[in-house]
């Protein structure tokens, strides 16, 4: 005869788990707002370095957060109200920096390379053209500046032929940090010296008859090389190039 199992104790009331019951009317937060909210944040920094078209992204879920979330369903409207609030305030202004920052420097490379490509043009009258742009302290140690640059650039119509007088200024949605990369070289047209430092100069690529040459302007600030100086650079030219050199893109067809 089997023996009958005791009954099971009662279970004492404070070693059972606990489990809350929500709060009457508590209402949970949408994720997609936080994200959005966040990500207009972040990308404000991404923005600045060039790449605004990346506020598109918070901008366009903190408008679905508001499509879809309806009050009482979900919290988190406010923040993505923010978020659309700073992806439109952010992407914009940094779209305009950059807009201008490609302008002037457009109008930077067009002017030089106008000047250089001047056929009749005397030196004084490239002097006059160039001097606005050129480093005070290059000039004065190298008197002779406008002369070489003329010389290097006729060595790059000799290779490629004549100026269309047309600039590849890249993509707009890149920014204009792109201007301060340097692109892959295959070696300086006339000569063989070493290409200037990271964050040193601006690379524009400049179109000619039988091909493309990539143009170096060395950005010189307070005796120093540094392409910081861009700053200073407003709708009229400012005294900051140093030197100006041309090589030969890779990989050029």
Known sequence: MNEQQPPPEPQDEQSAPYHPAPRQGWVPMSALAVTAFVLSIVFMFVAFYGLWIVELVPLAMGVFTL?????????????????????????????????????????????????????????????????????????????????????????VEAELGPYK???????PYRGSMTYMMQPDLDGEIGSEDTPPGMLTALWITAKFEKGNAVMSLTIRRGGRDDVWALGELQAKAAPIIGDIRFYRPKNEP
């Open 165 to 171: 007088n047309e600039l590849d200024l890249g993509s």
């Open 67 to 155: 499509l879809t979330v309806k009050p009482g369903q979900k919290r988190g409207r406010i923040l993505a109200i923010w978020a659309i609030v700073i992806a439109i305030g952010a992407g914009s202004c940094t779209y305009f920096m950059h807009a201008n920052m490609r302008a002037v420097v457009g109008e930077m490379g067009e002017t030089i390379l106008a000047a250089l490509s001047a056929k009749g043009a005397t030196p004084e009258d490239r002097e006059k053209a160039l001097k606005p742009w050129l480093f005070e302290e290059a000039l004065e140690k190298n008197p002779d500046l406008v002369a070489t640059l003329h010389e290097r650039f006729l060595k």
